[in-house]
């Protein structure tokens, strides 16, 4: 029998990060589901649309990837999609916390689904949507941090960026 995992997140935008954590994923696990979150309490750069389009350019036509929609509740999603485990990448510390509060709390609700954590790579420790917008934003260099189709679509909202 296959293992699903489901990697849930805002991705907005995705970096390259999230794809080292998708692609390290698939070491240990048969299928991932890329789930992307709605969070009507964030404000986000990207569209859901957008946010799906720019994972699935990035991550190409892998049969054992499948990104989707997460409306509602993670543990929910993951039960409908007949899997038991989560994905999370941390990079620090401060991550650890934070993951750690929400896989109890999931774990707390559905003891069948665990959460598995994920250290990033070193190249991406200090990664995140956020420094990307930030930086895109402000004319920086982003090359490094984004898929080439995020940074181009980066590029159309700020031109500046290089």
């Known amino acids: 029998m296959d293992t699903i995992a489901v990697y849930p997140g805002s991705f907005d935008p995705v970096t390259n ?22 969070n009507s309490a964030k404000k986000t750069m990207f569209s859901v649309d957008e946010r799906i389009e720019m994972l699935r350019e990035s991550l190409g ?20 999609q ?7 990448g941390l990079r620090a510390v401060s991550d650890f916390e934070y993951e750690f509060q ?7 609700v559905e003891k069948n689904i665990e959460t598995m954590f994920m250290m990033t790579s070193v190249r991406y420790g200090y990664l995140s949507s956020s ?23 980066i590029r159309e909202k700020y031109p500046l960026t290089k």
């Open 131 to 153: 420094v990307v917008k930030e930086m895109g934003s402000l004319g920086g260099d982003i090359k490094d941090f984004v898929p080439e189709c995020v940074l181009q679509r």
């Open 102 to 108: 929400l896989a109890q709390v999931n774990h707390t």
């Open 17 to 38: 990060g999230h794809i080292d954590i998708i692609c390290r994923g698939l070491k240990v696990f048969d299928n991932i589901i890329v789930g992307v979150a709605r």
């Open 82 to 88: 007949g899997s038991n485990i989560i994905i999370r």
């Open 61 to 80: 036509d892998n049969p054992r990837i499948r990104v989707d929609v997460i409306d509602g509740l993670l543990i929910d999603y993951v039960r409908n």
